[in-house]
């Protein structure tokens, strides 16, 4: 397993951007496929699959609500996986977490990670 620490969350209005990363520590942090989840208030026990990627990078996958709008990017050499957020809807507002897990193929679900950090708050004004 490897420790996460979530930073760049705050608070953006509707139309802006924030951009997330997420420090890892430990060896070997491009064998970790990473993942971007999100909680939204009143759903304390539903996380949110946001988007995830592949230890090189080749792989990433995105939940149809956020394409077009967020991308997700890592770097190797500073063991950081990054969530870019552009065109910032209230509705995106939520604690977002990111996961890592030691497999190829970047997982979707929570449960398929096991690694977590402690979440950044995000929250975007109308």
């Known amino acids: 397993q490897v420790q996460l620490v979530e930073s760049g969350g705050g608070l953006a209005q509707a139309g802006g951007s924030l951009r997330l990363s997420c420090a890892a520590s430990g060896r070997s942090f491009s064998t970790y496929a990473m993942g971007w989840f999100r909680q939204a208030p009143g759903k304390e026990r539903e996380r949110e699959f946001v988007?995830?990627?592949?230890?090189?990078?080749?792989?990433?996958y995105y939940t149809n609500s956020v394409k077009g709008r967020f991308t997700i990017s890592r770097d190797n050499a500073k063991n950081t996986v990054f969530l870019q957020m552009n065109s910032l809807k209230p509705e995106d507002t939520a604690v977002y977490y990111c996961?890592?897990?030691?497999?190829?193929?970047?997982?979707?679900?929570?449960?398929?990670?096991?690694?977590w950090g402690q979440g950044t708050q995000v929250t975007v004004s109308s």
């Open positions: 988007a995830s990627i592949s230890g090189s990078g080749g792989i990433t």
């Open positions: 996961a890592a897990r030691r497999v190829d193929i970047p997982p979707m679900i929570p449960h398929d990670y096991d690694s």
